[in-house]
């Protein structure tokens, strides 16, 4: 896309059954970028990989019900309205056409990143928002949500969120297991912990998780992100075990969370807590049933729009 081009985003409904046919013709008029936005098939992803069905915000869902819609993108000028006749020639669908600007690729969803109140001391703060008033009491956040894994608008993060204002002991260190932007991490270490490591099993989150550091002037000299599956690598594990934590963190989902409690107890100290999150409710008695068996004893469970999380002491 060339420097500073305006563009028209083009927006086609119909129903499921002509979404072949529609597809079909567009490509054969000669457009060459078509973005597919269906219902089925989004719950057909979902359910061939279930392993990520939990991440799946809420409000997604309700986006996307009864979505139907063929998109693809010309340029804002004579040309492209000459190709838009073109690629629509024999189609009878209405259209919608959306002017977009160089900037609105880059840029148009920050509008919906505001700062936000999460629990009672903590005010997450989008990057841009730097000249935002702080309200009293309140710790800020910096993040950068065009970077990160998690933004701090989901449930199950603002009750992990919640819990990290309530066991973060000044001086403390804390291990965030499945750190993705750091937002948890990072929050501790806003709110008085004096070091914490952070591990995510993609690689793009040590850069994302440094950067967001950085934001909240939280340097290398306390911060350490790495990135390794604590389950499967040994070493990693090994390692992390060389010290004890008084706050151990898991926004994941259930089906990590429930092997990774075995390792739990020997990553706590023995006052430590594990704040573990991203679990939908109907697998809640599942979870809590895993913590007990690998000797943790929950202390506290919190709900929110049908997430839980929980908080657990080792038993012993």
Same mark, same amino acid.
């Given at each position: 896309?060339?420097?500073?081009?305006?563009?028209?985003?083009?927006?086609?409904?119909?129903?499921?059954?002509?979404?072949?046919?529609?597809?079909?013709?567009?490509?054969?008029?000669?457009?060459?970028?078509?973005?597919?936005?269906?219902?089925?098939?989004?719950?057909?992803?979902?359910?061939?990989?279930?392993?990520?069905?939990?991440?799946?915000?809420?409000?997604?869902?309700?986006?996307?019900?009864?979505?139907?819609?063929?998109?693809?993108?010309?340029?804002?000028?004579?040309?492209?309205?000459?190709?838009?006749?073109?690629?629509?020639?024999?189609?009878?669908?209405?259209?919608?056409?959306?002017?977009?600007?160089?900037?609105?690729?880059?840029?148009?969803?920050?509008?919906?990143?505001?700062?936000?109140?999460?629990?009672?001391?903590?005010?997450?703060?989008?990057?841009?928002?730097?000249?935002?008033?702080?309200?009293?009491?309140? +710790?800020?956040? =910096?993040?950068?949500? $065009?970077?990160?894994?998690?933004?701090? %608008?989901?449930? /199950?993060?603002? !009750?992990?969120? @919640?819990? +990290?204002?309530? =066991?973060?002991?000044? $001086?403390?260190?804390?291990?965030?297991? %499945?750190?993705? /932007?750091?937002? !948890?991490?990072? @929050?501790?270490?806003?709110?008085?912990?004096?070091?914490?490591?952070?591990?995510?099993?993609?690689?793009?989150?040590?850069?994302?998780?440094?950067?967001?550091?950085?934001?909240?002037?939280?340097?290398?000299?306390?911060?350490?992100?790495?990135?390794?599956?604590?389950?499967?690598?040994?070493?990693?594990?090994?390692?992390?075990?060389?010290?004890?934590?008084?706050?151990?963190?898991?926004?994941?989902?259930?089906?990590?969370?429930?092997?990774?409690?075995?390792?739990?107890?020997?990553?706590?100290?023995?006052?430590?807590?594990?704040?573990?999150?991203?679990?939908?409710?109907?697998?809640?008695?599942?979870?809590?049933?895993?913590?007990?068996?690998?000797?943790?004893?929950?202390?506290?469970?919190?709900?929110?729009?049908?997430?839980?999380?929980?908080?657990?002491?080792?038993?012993?």
């Amino acid at each position: 896309m060339a420097e500073d081009s305006n563009w028209l985003e083009i927006s086609i409904d119909t129903k499921q059954e002509r979404l072949d046919i529609l597809s079909a013709q567009l490509t054969g008029n000669g457009v060459t970028g078509l973005v597919i936005e269906d219902e089925d098939d989004f719950r057909r992803f979902l359910e061939e990989n279930r392993a990520c069905w939990d991440y799946v915000d809420d409000a997604l869902f309700e986006r996307m019900k009864g979505v139907c819609r063929v998109k693809f993108y010309v340029t804002d000028d004579a040309d492209g309205q000459g190709q838009l006749t073109q690629w629509m020639a024999g189609i009878d669908l209405p259209y919608t056409a959306c002017r977009l600007t160089e900037n609105d690729w880059a840029h148009s969803w920050q509008k919906y990143y505001k700062p936000l109140p999460v629990g009672e001391r903590l005010y997450i703060v989008p990057e841009w928002e730097r000249a935002a008033e702080i309200p009293a009491g309140r +710790v800020p956040l =910096y993040l950068n949500p $065009g970077l990160t894994f998690g933004t701090g %608008g989901h449930a /199950s993060t603002q !009750l992990c969120l @919640a819990g +990290v204002e309530q =066991y973060t002991p000044v $001086g403390c260190h804390v291990l965030d297991l %499945g750190c993705g /932007s750091g937002i !948890l991490s990072i @929050a501790a270490l806003a709110l008085g912990a004096a070091s914490a490591v952070a591990v995510d099993i993609d690689p793009k989150a040590v850069g994302v998780a440094y950067e967001n550091a950085a934001l909240n002037g939280i340097g290398k000299d306390r911060y350490t992100v790495r990135a390794g599956n604590v389950l499967t690598d040994a070493a990693l594990l090994e390692e992390l075990c060389g010290r004890q934590y008084e706050l151990v963190l898991a926004n994941i989902v259930a089906d990590v969370i429930i092997p990774l409690s075995r390792e739990v107890p020997h990553l706590l100290t023995m006052q430590g807590m594990f704040l573990c999150s991203g679990i939908i409710d109907t697998r809640a008695a599942e979870v809590a049933a895993a913590l007990h068996q690998n000797g943790l004893t929950v202390a506290d469970q919190w709900e929110q729009n049908g997430w839980v999380a929980f908080s657990a002491r080792r038993s012993e």
